[in-house]
């Protein structure tokens, strides 16, 4: 049962445009959600997380915004540039396992000039 | 601070050997997460060590096994290796408490099974 679901599968965006990723999740027991960063035969990097008492979250241009009625996040990055071309994964997990993290199927984005 | 260091970084075995990947965590870290990542499946949970305790599994056969030593580095074992264990098998490591759940990978371990 995929517990994050991950859209889209592949975005192209140019360069100075804004990058949206949507995750949505099923148990409502996640309290964690963070979004990676992984370039080709590279482990991800951690880019940015909330907890669902905050509604959204900032940091430089990544932005993570949080619904928790609808069981929704989305990571938006402003001012797209090419160096941001990567593959992202929204993740989630809960206070008892917080370990195991849940990851969405992945965003392939692509900045082009 | 390092980072997280995995070795080896490449591996080719053949059907029905066993395999050790090894995982150094970011010093201070207590909790060592492993993952595997195929085009397929995506990135799955493995396992999680924390002071040389398995304290999270996920829903692997038994043939993927793992341990944690009192320096906090872990390694993982798969025995009889299969076709389908080829993968990108990547570490974690993160302080394990309520407040510090960031988990920082490893650059990973691509396993080939011939």
């Known amino acids: 049962q995929q517990q994050v679901k991950q859209s889209p599968q592949s975005l192209i965006v140019q360069k100075g445009g804004i990058s949206i990723i949507n995750c949505a999740y099923e148990?409502?027991?996640?309290?964690?959600f963070p979004w990676y960063q992984q370039f080709p035969g590279k482990g991800p990097a951690l880019l940015i997380a909330?907890?669902?008492?905050?509604s959204e979250k900032k940091e430089g241009r990544f932005t993570i915004s949080f619904n928790k009625s609808a069981k929704q996040f989305s990571l938006h990055i402003m001012d797209s540039q090419p160096g941001d071309s990567a593959t992202y994964f929204c993740?989630?997990?809960?206070?008892?396992?917080?370990?195991?993290?849940?990851f969405g199927t992945g965003t392939r984005l692509q900045v082009t000039l | 601070k390092a980072g997280v260091t995995q070795t080896p970084r490449y591996l080719i075995k053949t059907r029905g050997q066993q395999v050790t990947l090894s995982c150094s965590p970011i010093s201070g870290h207590r909790s060592v997460s492993w993952y595997q990542q195929t085009p397929g499946q995506g990135l799955q949970f493995l396992f999680e060590?924390?002071?040389?305790?398995?304290?999270n599994k996920g829903n692997f056969p038994g043939r993927f096994s793992g341990r944690q030593f009192s320096n906090s580095r872990s390694e993982m074992n798969v025995s009889t290796l299969e076709l389908g264990d080829s993968a990108l098998y990547l570490c974690a490591s993160s302080l394990g408490s309520t407040s510090g759940r960031a988990q920082y990978f490893g650059p990973g371990t691509r396993l080939l099974v011939l």
């Open positions: 993740a989630a997990s809960r206070t008892g396992t917080a370990s195991k993290l849940t």
């Open positions: 148990n409502t027991a996640f309290d964690y």
């Open positions: 060590y924390f002071s040389e305790t398995q304290r």
């Open positions: 909330i907890r669902p008492d905050v």
